[in-house]
């Protein structure tokens, strides 16, 4: 299993804007898809978007779509989630992590994880 470790996270107010990074380690890295999910307090987990690894074919979910744009860099083994326009409704938890399948919404579909990064928007 790999290892993932998000950074960019913090406070900005809403209309700003964020650049979450995910970069993995390990030996070997070579996921059919990369996502990104969120999870606010008592909330379950959430999925945001998605890229797969080869070609690049991206998906969002309809709460972020035209505001947040995801992206990677194969060579840096790194995934990328520049999130503008943030809204209050935006905060939450958000984690990195990969996946075998390509099309995948489903966190239970995703084998790795990395801790996650707080993003905090204020009204």
């Known amino acids: 299993q790999v290892q993932l470790v998000e950074s960019g996270g913090g406070l900005v107010q809403a209309g700003g804007s964020l650049r979450l990074s995910c970069a993995a380690s390990?030996?070997?890295?070579?996921?059919?898809?990369m996502g990104w999910f969120r999870q606010a307090p008592g909330k379950e987990r959430e999925f945001v978007a998605r890229?797969?690894?080869?070609?690049?074919?991206?998906y969002y979910a309809d709460s972020v779509k035209d505001r947040f744009t995801i992206s990677r860099d194969n060579a840096k083994n790194t995934v990328y989630l520049q999130m503008n326009s943030l809204k209050p409704e935006d905060s939450a938890i958000y984690y990195c992590a990969a996946s075998s399948v390509y099309s995948a919404t489903d966190p239970r579909r995703f084998g790795s994880w990395g801790q996650g990064t707080q993003v905090t928007v204020s009204s």
């Open positions: 890229i797969r690894w080869t070609g690049g074919t991206t």
């Open positions: 390990g030996r070997t890295f070579s996921p059919y898809a």
